[in-house]
């Protein structure tokens, strides 16, 4: 998903093996991902999604004109959804091993991760657990 900041900017789905890069998207005040190559294309995430950054992530602290950005010593990160009853507000972040929530409006820029894994959707979940039944009933 993209925020909502980014109704006007072009997206696609994200895809495995994807090599993004956090950016800022012109005429939006919001930043995310675009695809190494394809600077003015968002590539939304679903929740769930994986993704493995090439050096630790840096962000921007809230009073990020005063201080250095901090930096989160993990390089694997899921994407999610807060808040999706507040409409306007940034809804899109990553999720760290340690617990460590960070918005993806807040990512400084140029940092670049790959795409490792989409998440299971509810069908392919169900046909698994079905093809597993059927393989112990049989």
Known sequence: ???YSLDFVASRPAKVGDKLVST???GSITRGFAAVGEPGVAVCLLPGTELAFEKDVEYESRLHLFHQSPKIVERVAQFRRLNPN????HHDALEFPGGQI???TRLCKGQRATMLQLPASPRATNEAAEQKHAWLVA
């Open 102 to 104: 960070v918005l993806l």
């Open 1 to 3: 998903m993209c925020d």
């Open 86 to 89: 507040q409409p306007h507000s």
């Open 24 to 26: 800022q998207f012109s």
